[in-house]
């Protein structure tokens, strides 16, 4: 079944190919579009961005949404260099810095960019995969979905790689895929986060981790390891795990019945800082003062990080300068017929930034 932003964009592409309306006639403005579909805002501005990326329809600021001349445009897209571009996300948390580093790089070097996501869905990648080979594509940067699983659109990558198209993976890499990646070295930095509240002097310290994401699995990890070699291994229910589909469904519940035993931690160290914020507002629902009755630690320092109450402490990510060198890497890479060597992936160090939301216990 197709999302909502999908239909708008089929519709759309539809009304472009049958000639209801013609290169640079005006399209319906946000508010009709989103009557006519009966979507959000938000659901019409993600379909208007792809078709934007890909180059159907163009925005003049003031005026409304205009229709591209999109056969011309296609031949333009034939003959440019098309980096298609692949992530979890698009327009949320830490993913619009890392395109916007990617989109900043390219354009600099006059390549064209193909931007879509899956929603961490794996149909969804299935899917976009499917569309980028139908398209003429000279590089792909891609953000693995479900990276804790088992490779379940294999196909399409190695008919990608039997192309001699570059791929760069980004945060995470798939199994038995050998091509560049760029990844945050998660285990380090859960070791990091989890010494952090050790150092403060909490014993009784949870974390909560996503594990369909290997990012998960790896900072988990670190934060088992790093319990242990302080004699301290967590419990069963020290450790609550999640899938992605259930951040807004069971998780938050299942932490406030954490919050509310009896035996509740004094320090939790989060996925990321999302989960990081979920759990300072269910804390601050229940009366618990952050840090004072519970220290929070993140992952990612995001801006969320910053504009948190208390600010919060959380391990660094890169971002933009991901976005960078992935994009420099791929650019590499179409120019050098796709030859590369381990060198050319990066494991970044992160560092901890420590702010207001963990305290000496």
Known sequence: MK???????????????????????????????????????????????????????????GSGIYLSDWKQNSIHLIKNINIGV????????????????????????????????????????????????AHKID???????????????????????????????????????????LRVNDFNGGIMATKHLI??????????FK???SQGLHRMNGFITECQNNEIPPSPNQILTYLSEEVETVLPQRIEVVLKSEKRPTGIFCYNDEIAYMVLNIAHKLDLRVPDDLSIIGFDDSMLSKIMDPKLTSI????????????????KLVNNNNKFDESDSILYEPSIVIRNSTTLL
Do not use: C
């Open 3 to 61: 999302h909502k932003y999908e239909e708008i964009i089929d519709k759309i592409v539809d009304w472009a190919i049958t000639e209801k309306y013609k290169p640079n006639d005006k399209l319906p403005t946000e508010s009709e579009l989103m009557s006519l579909f009966n979507v959000s805002r938000h659901t019409v501005r993600r379909a208007i961005s792809d078709l934007n990326a890909q180059q159907y329809v163009y925005r003049i600021q």
């Open 86 to 133: 692949l992530t979890t996300h698009i327009s949320n948390y830490i993913f619009p810095d890392i395109i916007r580093g990617i989109e900043s790089t390219l354009y600099a070097q006059s390549y064209s960019l193909l931007l879509s996501s899956t929603s961490n869905n794996i149909m969804l990648e299935n899917s976009n995969l499917k569309n980028l080979l």
């Open 139 to 181: 590089g792909l940067i891609l953000e693995p979905t479900k990276s804790a699983y088992q490779i379940h659109n294999l196909e399409y990558l190695n008919s990608i790689i039997s192309k001699n198209i570059p791929i760069v993976m980004l945060n995470a890499s798939y199994y038995g895929i050998n091509v560049p990646s």
């Open 199 to 208: 150092s403060l002097g909490h014993t009784n310290i949870m974390g909560i």
């Open 211 to 213: 594990v369909d994401d």
């Open 316 to 331: 660094t990510h890169p971002k933009e300068q991901m976005g960078k060198d992935a994009a420099n890497l791929i650019i």
